[in-house]
């Protein structure tokens, strides 16, 4: 089912493309940690802001808190964000492991519970570091992805992390990127919490969801900018 699914929404919306690099781990890491809760321009700008500020990430272990808050104020929940930034990055010089590019030794789980044993990193942001940036088969799941599959049918989970660890028990080999941010594309544009726009939907014929609404609802602008792609 996850293969039909996945080429439904490849002929929809196009095979996703990847980074023309593999950003580093800790950039990753960092700038999924400046997504929760905001949208991907704002997050975006946050972690070049940031970025600019602090071209070494050596550089947050001495700086003080309200610097890191006020140059990633524009990704929302600042204080936060900034503490989650500032513990790990702590944390990390304290093993001198600055870069995490030891991960890529580590298989999938091991790599996911060394990155959640850190305060303020979950399976979702752990799992976006090995889906984008050591390229791992993992698919990540965050509301939408969560909503979509189980109004598909795919799974039937209370929480996001229960979805998670579900699709990935038997994760099809290759398909984890496409099928990730297909499933974005379409929770942010046609699969919406209300008002779901099923006229359009390119699975509505596999979707188990029993209040499909086939009126006529407003098209939702398109945003083909990823922010983890772009990193």
């Known amino acids: 089912m996850l293969e039909l699914l996945n080429s439904r929404l490849i002929e929809h919306f196009g095979l996703p493309e990847r980074n023309k690099r593999k950003p ?6 960092i ?3 400046l997504s929760q809760n905001t949208n991907d321009n704002n997050s975006y700008e946050a972690y070049i802001n940031l970025k600019q500020k602090f071209p070494e990430w050596s550089m947050l272990v001495k700086s003080p ?13 600042t204080n936060q964000k900034a503490r989650t930034i500032k513990n790990l990055v702590v944390n990390l010089s304290k093993e001198n492991r600055l870069d995490l590019n030891f991960l890529k030794k580590m298989k999938n789980e091991e790599a996911l519970e060394y990155l959640t044993s850190f305060k303020g990193v979950g399976a979702k942001t752990a799992s976006c570091v090995l889906l984008f940036s050591l390229y791992r ?28 660890r579900k699709i990935n028990e038997n994760l099809p080999e290759g398909i984890a ?37 086939f ?10 900018f990823l922010l983890l792609d772009n990193v």
């Open 24 to 29: 580093e781990p800790l950039d990753l890491l």
């Open 137 to 164: 088969n993992v698919c990540p799941v965050d509301t939408h992805v969560h909503r979509t599959l189980n109004r598909i049918g795919i799974v039937n989970e209370n929480s996001p992390d229960k979805t998670f």
């Open 65 to 77: 808190l309200g610097q890191i808050e006020k140059a990633i104020r524009k990704a929302g929940l």
């Open 177 to 213: 990127h496409s099928l990730h941010t297909n499933l974005i594309k379409l929770g942010r544009e046609i699969c919406r919490p209300t008002n779901p726009n099923c006229t359009v939907c390119p699975v509505a014929d596999l979707c188990a969801y029993p209040a499909k609404n």
């Open 215 to 224: 009126d006529k609802a407003p098209e939702r602008k398109k945003s083909d």
């Open 31 to 33: 700038a999924t940690i």
